[in-house]
């Protein structure tokens, strides 16, 4: 858990043409069960939005996740543009789901998506054991 | 020149549409072959009418489909509508179809309405002379409805809430109540010349843990906002939950409470019907285990008393299907519905008695909203979570109701939001799960049961 840390803030959402719901609201729920703050943007959300809804709540770790198969062409656009924004140098990125179109390994996947800015990976990963990996990595951050 | 005509005429002067006329579409519904109008079926069939799911992009394949299912002994035949039309994006849809008509493949996962238009549809249609549902989830369905009811598609589904909150992440909600008040009162108008047109709710919503509270208010409140307008026949519908005494309980009460609220606003003299849908959640992978789960589906909507079932097919998990899958699931439903006979007679009152307590509060409190029109007094309760609905991807829903099933698989609410479920009935769902699990146990069981078919 967080320790006695403060209550760290995540914005979550669905990227791109995505409207699958239910994974996105099981994530807020598990994420609030965890002591998370939640900023949940919802289905069908645009890179850019997930940024500026970033800048404008603090928050520290951006969870994105994508069902579809269409999430490569999103994440390759995330490096160029959040160096468009300031002070996002400390920004947890996450990107979690099923992250290719047909069948991929994950060992192909997770660092092609590392390569496109993401700090953790997760590509058909359990939720709990994803959002374990999240603790454990904002724990050894800590530590540092 | 009354106001609806004025906006009648403006809706069909579309550069998709060829010349709209209104007088000869009048004369042709008022001399229309009744086997074509569901309501003229409701009043005479003596069994549960089949009707399958389907729509493809041409005429030729679509006039295939369709005989497949009359040589399966179908009912009602379906026309599914594609997604682009569905967004009123006419252009997309017409490029679609034409490489689909060049190219033999599929570039659309339904029927173009408005690019066929009506005068070579009409002519699908009144040679199977059988009623044809339209299927779509079209927020703005005011051209696709006027083309449809030309055509001679008699059974509209769909409605302000049941096609926004499920499909649509952020189509304005008040913009969708004045497109379907208009859809109703063309179909209340060309009621009046032949048999009435039907209009069916699609009860389903997200088909994720939607409890029965929930599905039979805003089937009920679409059916007012309907009646009200002045439509005659009207479905109300809801999809298999999981546990069959859930849906007998719900059929019961949807029901009883349709009658109760359309004599409350004076429109007793309208018809309802009740439909079910077989499974709608996700299909086991196994082709023979998705007919097992099909044909238990047919034999609660029988328990259920449903005047219409709308079937799936063994091949719902892994995409569009065939029309020979889709054909084989119409003659199997015929041959179940055939073969079941002796029905017991399941009543559980105490459920029955919760349930409809918690329908009436929920009604209550929309009819206390101070708004002065029924439209805008739901539109209130949706944003300020009176009604709100597990798993809709729109933003204005609450998403504060959290479900899960108890031991029976039937659906409890076990957080009410804002939705103001009694006391007593809270309590008696609460009391019905396990609740001593944490949070993160309880995701895992609501993941479980989202998929309790696969």
Not at chain 1, 131 to 139: A, Y
Not at chain 2, 41 to 46: E, G, L, R, T, V
Not at chain 2, 318 to 335: C, D, F, H, L
């Amino acid at each position: 858990m967080l320790g006695n840390n403060a209550i760290m803030k995540v914005v979550t959402g669905v990227v791109g043409n995505d409207i699958h719901v239910v994974a996105n609201r099981l994530i807020d729920l598990s994420l609030r069960a965890r002591g998370f703050e939640v900023f949940n943007l919802g289905v069908n959300t645009y890179l850019e939005e997930f940024f500026d809804a970033v800048v404008e709540t603090g928050a520290e770790v951006l969870l994105i996740s994508s069902l579809n198969g269409e999430a490569e062409g999103w994440a390759r656009e995330v490096k160029t543009l959040k160096a468009k924004y300031k002070h996002l140098d400390n920004l947890i990125l996450m990107i979690g789901g099923n992250l290719v179109v047909g069948t991929g390994k994950a060992e192909d996947i997770v660092p092609r998506f590392k390569n496109y800015g993401f700090d953790l990976v997760c590509h058909q990963v359990d939720l709990n054991t994803g959002l374990d990996m999240l603790e454990d990595f904002i724990e050894e951050r800590n530590s540092q | 020149m009354s106001l609806l005509q004025e906006e009648r005429d403006i809706i069909v002067s579309n550069e998709y549409v060829d010349s709209f006329d209104f007088a000869e579409v009048k004369e042709f519904v008022k001399n229309a072959s009744k086997d074509l109008f569901i309501s003229h079926h409701f009043k005479n069939a003596d069994k549960m009418l089949v009707q399958p799911r389907g729509g493809f992009p041409t005429y030729k394949k679509q006039f295939a489909l369709n005989e497949f299912f009359v040589n399966a002994n179908v009912d009602v035949l379906p026309l599914t509508i594609d997604s682009n039309t569905r967004l009123n994006d006419y252009s997309t849809a017409s490029r679609m179809l034409r490489l689909s008509e060049e190219n033999d493949v599929d570039m659309l996962n339904g029927y173009p309405l408005v690019n066929h238009g009506y005068r070579t549809t009409r002519k699908m249609i009144t040679h199977f002379n059988k009623p044809v549902s339209l299927r779509h989830g079209t927020p703005d369905a005011r051209l696709l409805i006027e083309t449809a009811i030309a055509s001679g598609i008699f059974d509209i589904e769909g409605g302000p809430i049941t096609y926004l909150l499920p499909y649509s992440k952020n189509f304005p909600l008040d913009k969708a109540f004045l497109y379907w008040k208009y859809v109703e009162r063309v179909c209340a108008n060309y009621s009046e010349l032949n048999e009435p047109i039907n209009r069916e709710s699609f009860g389903p919503l997200t088909a994720t843990l939607v409890p029965p509270a929930i599905t039979i208010v805003i089937q009920l409140l679409e059916m007012l906002l309907s009646l009200e307008e002045g439509v005659k026949s009207f479905s109300v519908s809801f999809s298999q939950t999981g546990s069959m005494n859930q849906d007998i309980v719900t059929g019961a009460v949807i029901k009883k409470l349709a009658k109760f609220y359309a004599e409350e606003i004076g429109c007793g003299d309208a018809a309802i019907h009740l439909v079910y849908h077989q499974w709608m959640g996700a299909f086991p992978m196994d082709k023979d285990f998705a007919e097992q789960l099909i044909n238990m589906s047919t034999v609660i909507a029988s328990m259920v008393g449903a005047d219409k079932i709308i079937t799936k097919t063994r091949e719902e998990a892994s995409g569009i299907p065939t029309k020979e899958a889709n054909a084989k699931t119409v003659a199997n439903t015929q041959y179940t519905l055939r073969i079941l006979n002796g029905l017991p007679t399941i009543v559980d009152e105490e459920e029955e008695d919760i349930l409809t307590l918690e329908v009436k509060a929920i009604m209550e409190a929309v009819f206390n909203d101070p708004a002065d029109t029924l439209w805008r007094k739901v539109f209130n309760s949706i944003k300020n979570g009176i009604i709100d609905v597990p798993f809709s991807p729109h933003i204005i829903n609450h998403n504060e109701m959290i479900t899960i099933r108890d031991a029976n698989k039937n659906i409890r609410i076990i957080e009410r939001g804002n939705v103001p479920i009694p006391d007593r009935c809270f309590e008696y769902e609460k009391s019905k799960c396990d609740l001593t699990k944490d949070t993160t146990s309880i995701v895992n069981d609501i993941i479980h049961d989202i998929g309790i078919m696969m």
